[in-house]
């Protein structure tokens, strides 16, 4: 039996990256074990697109640092090339929200330092003249961006890791996987291997090894075809004439993509009627093969890049590709530990394996070595899924993606599948009210209310029509009383003669006296916010801790993992209580209706109290997100309801209204209130995020304290007023001053109350004050620091 750090399960180049990088930073006993040989599964048919283009930052430089890896790095480490052709790429579309679109990734890639040129018809056909323009209104040019051979990729990277001491078992199947004594064993066909650490970047395979291993990986295979062409006679004369290289060109809209290969063309369709293969096992034989050719599902795709480039109809088909790429709910990859297996990483379900493959693998080594990833990994984390991302959920959801790879991403977009997973106790009596739902880990939530009965949101990167409906929520909480379903939440139970020391270690601030609340931040080694939770201390023994429903997974392995050494419970109770938000001026009045318990001068601000209301036995919350006197009361599922329509029968004479998760949003924003997963992130401090207040460092040692301290060249979070009266922000919105992009935005929206447009934003120059601007959808929008929140800065409304 062998002893090592690491075993890698896969050698695609997810696999094999993550294998250079380890070996590049110094690891040692790191081993690679594939069941076929290197690139079997997807890599090797991969058609090697590479891009800068994305909506999220860190998907962004996941595939910008594959580019400099095969393009720069690894040539000059192997002395080999990686068949890199800097062909640059466009995407083309006639259509207004997609040009929307495109300013908003452009405008994001100016704060990144990534070159996206928005582009007009003309210059469409200048970069790509076998292109027709007709019917486009403009798109999105990305010089530095390309394609890659995918086998010399992976290969270059094998090299550098062999050379650097890492081994790589190739047709070594794993045939069984267990921990034991702290350990993982790894039972292959050619021994068993003992690790310290074990990852998946199985690929195809990657939901068996899951299996194995007793993680739920929420991924599935999919066909993905594509055809290569014979010789086009237009890029042979190109060729002839020493022209350059066409770009890679995407018209999102008809959902293809066209590349030149050689002196013909790679045409790659995605239908929406997508074609999952093998959800349950892939068969054992499987490694380098490909499916029967399938074109009729795409001909109608075809026809319509033919339309486009016409030049595509000159030639004969030489090949067709139709093999699986495997898609996760959200088309993201899944990379980083797994969740409720102690030193277990998943490296795997990216539908772009090669596109990402070389910055995933510096992603999650970066994240092993250093016990915290390099930047934010809410897009990529693979705990953003749950125990209810089951069979028919990742079908269902694998099948949207792969229709909606070319789909317009906007913000606050609800998608259809796999919906109503699960339900709040509440759910049809917010049905029944005009709620419109959304999705938050696996939950249905109140995004708004309407009064139009069947009301869905439209979708648009500027006002739509849930503006007027929010506005209306808004004035419901802050001049009379509202109710909302807020049973979304994460929850968790502490119990044990050390919950007091437990949640003194646990992050940044001290815990909160017994009956009183507070809000502590948990942090990584290097500092940034890992989790935030609002902290009520019940006695000296016992603690009820909420945070964010997308955190539940990372918060619970965050809780056990620091719980080492405490005599101490942790038990997730998500599913087992509801919330119900009483909030506004006359919440006090309408819950006094209810109950005999002194909810004035007992009951201040930031305490608990268990109180009976209604006659049921509830834990009250005195804590309130939106900037109101207001009260969160804690129950039984199983009591909800009843309360809930008491709540609502003694509040008719009061007014009673409704709010939903947007009207929330607006409303902290109003209050500076920092959100986690938006505002608050790894890549940040709880000081550069401006919660000096919840820092208490004098006489104590808590995980990221002293990096916090140290932090060289510290942002600086601020609340900006903007000048926009048609359009609100969202996120990821560059800042600039003096034609510099200096910040970015985390979130935004407008402030009803306030009259006022309104975001949270990093500035990389803290001491840029003046002349701020913030480029909105392609359009510069005026805006300045606000000192104190607008609304109610002294907190007079909330501790009334």
């Known amino acids: 039996m062998s002893e090592v750090q690491v075993v890698i399960i896969g050698g695609g180049a997810m696999g094999t990256s993550l294998l250079y990088h380890l070996a590049k930073a110094g690891w040692r006993d790191i081993v690679l074990v594939e069941k076929n040989d290197l690139t079997h599964g997807s890599t090797w048919h991969a058609a090697g697109l590479c891009t800068h283009f994305s909506h999220n930052a860190t998907i962004q430089e996941l595939r910008a640092t594959s580019v400099r890896l095969y393009r720069d790095i690894l040539p000059q480490e192997t002395g080999q ?113 003992r690790a310290r650490h074990i990852v998946n970047a199985a690929g195809t395979w990657g939901y068996e090894v899951g299996r194995m291993m007793g993680v739920n990986v929420p991924s599935v295979p999919v066909l993905h075809q594509y055809l290569v062409t014979d010789t086009v006679p237009d890029i042979a004369a190109r060729i002839a004439a020493g022209q350059p290289e066409l770009p890679i060109i995407r018209d999102p809209e008809e959902s293809w993509y066209v590349r030149q290969e050689r002196d013909g063309f790679i045409l790659g369709p995605y239908e929406k009627d997508a074609q999952v293969w093998s959800v349950d096992g892939v068969p054992p034989s499987f490694g380098a093969e490909l499916m029967p050719p399938d074109l009729e599902r795409v001909e109608h795709i075809i026809e319509a890049a033919m339309a486009r480039i016409p030049a595509l109809g000159s030639a004969g088909v030489k090949t067709v590709i139709n093999g699986p790429i495997t898609f996760t709910p959200d088309a993201n990859p899944l990379i980083g530990p797994a969740h409720g297996a102690e030193n277990a990483w998943l490296l795997t379900g990216s539908s772009m394996g090669v596109m990402e493959g070389g910055g995933a693998g510096w992603f999650l080594a970066h994240w092993m070595v250093h016990g915290a990833p390099p930047m934010d990994a809410l897009a990529v984390d693979s705990r953003r899924f749950g125990a209810w991302a089951d069979r028919n959920y990742r079908v269902a959801k694998a099948v949207e993606c792969f229709g909606l790879q070319f789909g317009v991403h906007y913000p606050f977009e609800e998608r259809p599948a796999g919906r109503n997973i699960h339900l709040s106790p509440l759910h049809d009596h917010m049905l029944a009210r005009g709620a419109v739902m959304g ?16 009301d869905v949101a439209q979708e648009s990167f500027r006002r739509t029509n849930w503006f007027a409906h929010v506005q209306r929520e808004v004035d419901a909480v802050a001049n009379r009383v509202a109710l909302a379903d807020l049973s979304v939440f994460s929850k968790f139970d502490i119990s044990g003669k050390d919950t007091l020391s437990f949640l003194d270690a646990l992050g940044a601030n001290r815990p909160p006296r017994p009956g009183r609340i507070g809000l502590t931040h948990a942090l990584t080694p290097s500092g940034g916010v890992l989790s935030e939770f609002t902290v009520s201390v019940l006695s000296p023994v016992h603690a009820y801790l909420t945070s964010a429903a997308a955190s539940e997974e990372m918060d619970l392995d965050l809780l056990i993992s620091r719980s080492t050494g405490f005599d101490v419970t942790i038990r997730n109770i998500t599913r087992e209580r509801a919330i119900i938000g009483v909030m506004g001026p006359k919440s006090r009045a309408l819950l006094s209706k209810l109950t005999q318990d002194d909810l004035a001068a007992g009951f201040p601000w930031l305490s608990a109290r268990n109180i009976t209301l209604a006659g049921q036995a509830i834990l009250a919350l005195r804590v309130s997100y939106v900037g109101e006197l207001g009260f969160e009361l804690h129950l039984p599922r199983s009591e909800a309801c009843a309360v809930f329509e008491a709540l609502e029968e003694a509040g008719r004479e009061l007014g009673v209204g409704y709010y939903g998760a947007y009207a929330a949003n607006s409303m902290r924003l109003e209050k500076g209130y920092r959100a986690w997963g938006a505002d608050l992130t790894t890549e940040r401090t709880p000081l550069e995020t401006g919660l000096a207040a919840f820092v208490k460092t004098e006489g104590r040692n808590f995980i990221g304290r002293d990096a916090m301290l140290a932090k060289a060249n510290p942002w600086d979070m601020v ?27 985390t979130s935004g929206a407008h402030g009803h109350r306030t009259g006022k447009t309104l975001a949270l934003a990093f500035l990389r120059k803290p001491q840029v004050r003046e002349g701020l601007q913030v480029k909105i959808l392609g359009r510069m929008r005026a805006a300045r620091v606000l000192d104190t929140p607008p609304h109610d800065p002294l907190n007079t409304r909330l501790k009334h």
Request: include cysteine; proline fraction near 6%; charge should be negative.
């Open 81 to 193: 090339s990686c068949g890199f052709h800097r062909s640059g790429a466009m995407r083309v579309t006639r259509n207004p929200d997609r040009m929307d679109e495109f300013a908003h990734v452009a405008g994001l890639s100016e704060f990144t330092g990534y070159n996206l040129e928005l582009v007009t018809p003309d210059r469409i056909a200048e970069l790509h003249p076998l292109a027709k323009r007709d019917g486009l209104i403009g798109g999105i040019y990305e010089k530095d961006d390309g394609h890659v051979d995918p086998t010399l990729a992976t290969n270059a990277m094998a090299k550098v890791a062999v050379e650097k001491g890492a081994i790589i078992q190739r047709y070594n199947p794993v045939q069984a996987i267990r921990r034991e004594g702290g350990v993982w064993i790894v039972e292959t066909a050619r021994g068993t291997l």
């Open 439 to 454: 999705f938050a880990h696996g939950t249905e939530r109140p995004n708004w209310f309407s009064d139009k009965p069947g």
């Open 719 to 745: 609340l900006l007023d903007i000048d926009a009266s048609d359009v609100d922000p969202f996120y990821a919105h560059a800042v600039y001053a003096d034609g510099e992009p200096v910040g970015v935005v």
